[in-house]
């Protein structure tokens, strides 16, 4: 295993723009070879429709609970998660401020923005 000083930030209900079944489908795969990969990113942080990525009974909070097991850092933005009325509903993660995510995004040798 190799966990690199890596922000991932999910920004989406999926990955991509257009098709939204596609989107979810993609994200899931992703999510699934990242784990595989052994290449972990230190945190992963969600917000604006990525936060409802972690409510969803969909096959990705399963390999987000495994990316969690293994020391991933999972922060949900609370302004978002309240937005969307699901600051009760996570399955997985933590709740964190934007301070937060600006103090992370600081603190990374890399931002990846899916």
């Given at each position: 295993?190799?966990?690199?000083n890596?922000?991932?930030q999910?920004t989406?209900?999926?990955?991509?723009d257009?098709?939204?079944?596609?989107?979810?489908?993609l994200?899931t795969?992703?999510?699934?070879l990242?784990?595989?990969?052994?290449?972990?990113p230190k945190i992963?942080?969600?917000?604006?429709e990525?936060v409802?990525l972690l409510t969803?009974?969909?096959?990705?909070?399963?390999?987000?609970?495994i990316?969690?097991e293994?020391g991933v850092?999972?922060?949900?933005?609370t302004?978002?998660?309240?937005?969307?009325?699901?600051?009760k509903?996570i399955?997985v993660?933590?709740?964190?401020?934007?301070?937060d995510?600006i103090?992370l995004?600081a603190?990374?040798?890399?931002?990846?923005?899916?």
């Amino acid at each position: 295993m190799t966990q690199q000083n890596t922000l991932l930030q999910i920004t989406r209900y999926g990955m991509g723009d257009g098709d939204k079944e596609l989107a979810l489908k993609l994200i899931t795969n992703y999510f699934k070879l990242l784990i595989e990969d052994n290449r972990w990113p230190k945190i992963i942080t969600f917000y604006n429709e990525g936060v409802k990525l972690l409510t969803d009974d969909h096959a990705v909070v399963a390999h987000l609970k495994i990316l969690e097991e293994k020391g991933v850092k999972l922060m949900a933005c609370t302004t978002c998660l309240e937005h969307y009325g699901i600051a009760k509903k996570i399955a997985v993660g933590i709740k964190g401020t934007m301070m937060d995510i600006i103090t992370l995004q600081a603190n990374a040798d890399k931002v990846i923005n899916l």
